[in-house]
């Protein structure tokens, strides 16, 4: 399955149905009246949140969504139907955007969670509801009203405890093939990772999920290399490991590259507790591990875990670190969203 995690789209909710014109008229009935029914409503556009999606590659294909128009009413006081509700089904994460793709109209994160994004018109009423003492054959009913209809840009962001950021190359794929199962990319060259990846950690009989994203470069956030578009993917976290590559030239450099460009992309990512280490340290010398240590600690102004994925040196001090800071965000969490306890006593 590809990943795409931005589609734009429109959707249309229906027309409501039209009301009808009709007169009863029956045997040995003299004043049969007016018995035209109202037209049914149209169909809403319902965005919807569920499980087991995790990329938006369905609206890559269509992306024209139309509800029905709602039936017509008709003589003998029969309304018409309500037209069915058209559902698009999203994955958690999922942001509905404006046209200009900045002012933001939803959020879905939980699944089961629905917006009704357009809504359908209302039925017309038909003669029978004009019926009055004063006018007892009205010959004229309601058109049905114009269902709303939109562009609208869906962006997904995925939803993650703890995100990888680095220069390419500074082994985020391999760290998280060796603490998940999942299966990225590896290879040696630049910018193996093209897309976003998801893995499960289990340490100490803890879980959280992990979030790999395309690595970035100096000027990223100018459209350089990838870009900085997959930093979205990141903002929900509540941590971000920091690898530093340990065989680059110089590791407090590469480490300055990658938080100029989390500054330069905002949404508060350079403010997000950072777990700072040092990759492939099974690659270099003693003298050049310290060396490279002694720069990154100046860089960042705290000591790196100095880690290796293909040794497995450092990688439990590293996963035990992310699991102590989101524990702690998940429990300040847990008691902000706490109910208040009624005390019973009232001013």
């Not at 035990?320 to 019973?344: D, K, S």
Request: proline share 5%; glycine share 14%; aromatic share 6%.
């Amino acid at each position: 399955m590809k990943f795409l995690d931005q589609a734009k789209i429109y959707v249309k909710a229906g027309d409501g149905g039209a009301g009808c014109v009709s007169f009863r008229r029956e045997k040995f009935i003299e004043f049969g009246g007016p018995n035209g029914g109202d037209g049914g409503r149209g169909g809403d556009v319902v965005v919807e949140c569920v499980q087991g999606l995790n990329t938006l590659i369905d609206y890559r294909y269509q992306q024209h969504f139309k509800a029905k128009t709602g039936e017509h009413g008709m003589g003998k006081d029969r309304h018409g139907a309500n037209s069915p509700v058209v559902v698009l089904k999203v994955p958690p994460g999922t942001e509905i955007l404006e046209e200009d793709g900045e002012t933001k109209i939803a959020d879905l994160t939980e699944p089961g969670q629905r917006f009704v994004l357009c809504k359908g018109g209302n039925g017309g009423f038909g003669n029978a509801y004009f019926k009055t003492a004063t006018n007892q054959a009205p010959r004229h009913a309601n058109p049905g009203l114009p269902g709303e209809e939109r562009w609208v840009w869906l962006r997904l962001k995925l939803i993650a405890d703890a995100g990888l950021v680095g220069l390419p190359n500074a082994g985020k794929s391999t760290f998280l093939a060796t603490v998940t199962a999942a299966k990225p990319k590896i290879a040696d060259y630049p910018f193996t990772t093209l897309h976003p990846g998801l893995g499960v950690v289990r340490v100490d009989g803890r879980e959280m999920v992990l979030a790999d994203i395309p690595g970035l470069i100096e000027g990223a956030h100018e459209g350089h290399g990838l870009g900085d578009r997959f930093l979205g993917h990141i903002e929900r976290c509540r941590v971000l490991l920091h690898l530093v590559e340990g065989t680059s030239e110089h590791a407090g450099k590469a480490y300055k590259t990658v938080r100029e460009e989390l500054e330069a992309y905002g949404e508060g990512l350079a403010e997000k507790p950072e777990i700072v280490a040092l990759s492939k340290a099974d690659a270099l010398t003693p003298e050049m591990l310290k060396e490279q240590v002694a720069r990154l600690k100046r860089a960042a102004k705290r000591a790196p875990i100095v880690l290796s994925s293909a040794s497995g040196e450092g990688v439990d001090e590293a996963l035990r670190a992310l699991f102590t800071v989101v524990e702690e965000a998940r429990r300040e969490e847990e008691r902000e969203n706490a109910p208040v306890e009624e005390t019973g006593w009232r001013p």
